[in-house]
């Protein structure tokens, strides 16, 4: 059974990741715009602030942020993702990147002096919906063309309410990390001890291949679940977003809800044999929260990379709006620690760790949520890492609780800032 349930999974994700890629997804070019306008914005906006400011917001240079650009239009380009918007906006890019005048990037892209209204990229502007590439391009039009001032100061107000925007959030997130330094010692010291702590009661009963078992059966019917899901939402156009929620939200908890019918009678069963019910360790948690955000510096350093290699950089159009922060809460924020953490930890963890120690279990049930997190490169490592550590602390407090609230804590903030820096409408 193992050994079937684990071929069928191995040939979706030998799909996934080495099958014929069949090319951006429909709002590829739209996110990756979103993305590249404000990172670029945002890199005009901090040029003269002082490095440490810089990297508390996670701003390049402009340099380096039209280099990454550029990377982006590329990617898009050889997939043919590239409309005429995307055309321009690469333009202007280069034509600042290289020095070279935008009317003669423009000419050669598209042998014209443009495709665009200059009334009406100046009416966006003006109402805080214009992007960087349009302001660059009034600007080389100045000259021949009278199109007032307010446009400057709207998109120089932009440009400043999303310096703030960066700063804030970024420090939050810092602030957050260096009160969780004075607790890297309770949090080491706690992940140590899970190193010999043994499991008790009915979990320490679960052998190996139960937990396979389950953990591949819940699995499974999570991916028939989201095929069918997608299936449906393409034969029904203009689906409420609060509908979407419900679905996504569906999808989330199925793999947990079918483990836990499988290994337990009563939900109090479940609540305390994988220690839902135990105190909350605090200290640990803001302990290890603090390691992962040193780990990661570590990691973005060695690997010279800080992020998904799509064209979005991890973002989703589904996060757009306020519509767009609820789905990112309620699914990233809220649902996927709790169902992840009883599936990955709760089951696949305590499962292993009882046959091979805690070492090992952490590594392959580590291994086995990177895998199915679907990122490539850093984000693989990132992930990988962070479910080591949520391994150790759950095997040092017992506390399931204490784990959820630790990747509640870790998604929330990449999710809250992220939402805030680059869906946040301006103006």
Same mark, same amino acid.
């Given at each position: ?245 419900? %679905?996504? @939200?569906?999808? &989330?908890?199925?793999?947990?809800? +079918? *483990?836990? #019918? /499988? ?84 089951? %696949?963890? @305590?499962?292993? &760790?009882?046959?091979?120690?805690? +070492? *090992?279990? #952490? /590594? ?64």
């Amino acid at each position: 059974m193992i050994a079937l349930l684990a071929f069928i999974l191995g040939i979706w994700l030998w799909d996934h990741y080495f099958g014929k890629s069949e090319g951006y997804a429909p709002g590829t070019e739209e996110i990756a715009l979103v993305k590249i306008d404000r990172d670029l914005r945002l890199a005009d906006a901090m040029q003269e602030d002082p490095p440490w400011l810089k990297l508390l917001a996670g701003v390049s240079e402009p340099v380096e942020a039209r280099r990454a650009a550029l990377g982006v239009f590329k990617k898009l380009a050889v997939e043919k993702a590239l409309t005429p918007l995307g055309v321009e906006a690469f333009s202007s890019v280069k034509a600042e990147q290289e020095g070279l005048p935008l009317e003669t990037v423009l000419a050669e892209n598209f042998h014209e002096q443009g495709i665009s209204d200059p009334a009406e990229i100046v009416a966006k502007l003006t109402d805080h919906r214009g992007t960087w590439w349009d302001a660059k391009w009034i600007e080389s039009r100045e000259g021949s063309v009278v199109l007032g001032s307010r446009w400057r100061e709207a998109y120089g107000a932009d440009l400043m309410q999303l310096k703030n925007r960066a700063v804030a959030t970024g420090f939050a997130v810092w602030l957050l990390g260096l009160v969780g330094l004075a607790f890297v010692p309770n949090a080491i010291l706690c992940m140590a001890r899970g190193l010999s702590a043994k499991p008790k009661g009915y979990a320490k009963a679960w052998p190996l291949s139960l937990g396979l078992v389950i953990f591949l059966v819940a699995t499974l019917a999570w991916i028939g679940f989201n095929m069918t899901l997608e299936l449906g939402i393409g034969a029904l156009p203009g689906l409420h977003p609060g509908a979407w929620i419900f %679905l996504d @939200s569906a999808a &989330r908890m199925l793999p947990a809800l +079918i *483990a836990l #019918a /499988l290994l337990f009678r009563r939900p109090s069963h479940a609540i305390r044999v994988m220690g839902l019910n135990r105190p909350m360790a605090v200290k640990a948690l803001l302990g290890t929260f603090s390691l992962l955000m040193i780990l990661d510096r570590v990691l973005r350093s060695v690997m010279q990379d800080g992020g998904s290699s799509a064209p979005g950089g991890g973002l989703s159009l589904a996060d757009a709006g306020l519509w767009g922060l609820a789905f990112a809460v309620v699914s990233a924020c809220v649902l996927a620690p709790v169902a992840e953490e009883l599936l990955y930890r709760g089951v %696949l963890f @305590s499962s292993c &760790r009882n046959r091979l120690g805690v +070492i *090992a279990a #952490a /590594l392959m049930s580590s291994a086995v949520f990177a895998v199915l997190h679907f990122y490539d490169g850093y984000g693989l490592a990132s992930v990988g890492i962070f479910g080591l550590s949520c391994a150790f602390l759950y095997a040092g407090t017992g506390s399931l609780r204490t784990v959820i609230a630790l990747h509640m804590l870790y998604n929330t903030a990449i999710k809250i800032p992220e939402w805030i820096v680059y869906h946040a409408p301006l103006g």
